[in-house]
C-alpha cells in the first residue's frame, strides 16, 4: 500500500482551505487517534511522506479513527458519502471531480472498520486526479 502523500492527520481537506482553528482540531484528532490505535506516531510520519507500512493494523485503525473523527466514517465503519463530497468541495477540489472519486470508492469494503478504513484512504489516493490530500 505505497501510494504518495498520504496524509491521515489531514484527510479530505485543503490545507489552504483550513482555518487556525481547524489545523488545531486535526492536530487534536492526530493526537488522540495516536494514541487510540496505538500506531508508531514514525509509522504515520513515513505514510505522510508516501512510505506507507504494508498490512499495518495500527496504521488502518488511525486511518478509521481520524476518517471517524472528521465525519467521513460512522462508528460502524459505514461511509457517509455526502460528508466526503462537502469536505473535498470545502476544501477547493472541483465537485465533478470528488464525485468521481466518491463514487470509485464508496463501495471499499475490509474485513473490519480498520482495514475498511485503510482501504477506502488507498482508494482515495489512487482514484484521485486532483490534490485531496494536503498538509503544511
Known amino acids: ?4 502523500a498520504i496524509i491521515f492527520a489531514f484527510c479530505l481537506v485543503g490545507a489552504l482551505a483550513l482555518t487556525e ?17 496505538g500506531v508508531d506516531p514514525q509509522v504515520v510520519e513515513n505514510a505522510k511522506k508516501g512510505n506507507v507500512a504494508q498490512d499495518d493494523e495500527k496504521l488502518a485503525c488511525f486511518s478509521f479513527c481520524m476518517l471517524r ?7 460502524d465503519g459505514d461511509i ?5 463530497k462537502e469536505k473535498m468541495v470545502a476544501g477547493g477540489s472541483p465537485a465533478d471531480k470528488v464525485d468521481n472519486v466518491v463514487s470509485n470508492c464508496k463501495h471499499i469494503t475490509g474485513p473490519n472498520k480498520c482495514k475498511k478504513a485503510g482501504n477506502l484512504m488507498k482508494c482515495f489516493l489512487e482514484n484521485k486526479s486532483f490534490n485531496v490530500l494536503e498538509s503544511n
Open 1 to 4: 500500500m505505497r501510494s504518495p
Open 80 to 84: 457517509k458519502e455526502d460528508v466526503a
Open 21 to 37: 482553528d481547524q489545523k488545531a482540531k486535526l492536530e487534536e484528532y492526530r493526537t488522540a487517534c495516536t494514541t487510540e490505535s
Open 69 to 75: 473523527k472528521i465525519g467521513i466514517m460512522d462508528e
